[in-house]
């Protein structure tokens, strides 16, 4: 993979950690029921990073935010038996972020189902990244059976 490819993926692969550490801090942290542009703010004083990081997370911030009504019953419906106001937060919140980028279709599926393991591994616990590619698996195979039917 040329360096150019790599910095790319690795620019996202941060984008994707700190929208999720700022859903985090919004959630629970010291953040808690800020705006966007003021979770933003803090976050980027402390961690001083190139424009087009900063960019990506606020994209997957705002976009996980503004579609929530969509994803939340997703994840439900793929959660056998898991409301989402009961599963662990990290998990939610990757979930939430994960599948913000299946329905954005603008990167593959295998990158995306990948990339929240990989955090929920980060960031989640022992069980984190296998209950994440398992909710995820679940909610690929429903928006293809739904491509299929809208054929």
Known sequence: MSNAGRSSRESR?????AAIQLLYQREVGELAGSSVDEA??????????AENRKRFAHILLQ????????????????????RISRMAVIDRIVLRVAVYELLLEEVPVAVVIDEAVEL????GD???????????DAIKRKLELTKLELA
Not at 40 to 49: D, G, L, M
Not at 126 to 136: A, E, I, M, T, W
């Open 126 to 136: 022992d069980q984190s990244p296998r209950f994440v590619n398992g909710v995820l």
């Open 40 to 49: 933003e703010s803090s976050y980027w004083i402390e961690r001083p990073v």
């Open 13 to 17: 692969h941060f984008g994707r950690e």
């Open 63 to 82: 976009g996980t935010l503004d579609t929530l009504d969509r994803i939340d019953p997703l994840i439900e419906g793929a959660a056998d038996n898991w």
């Open 120 to 123: 929920a591994k980060t960031f």
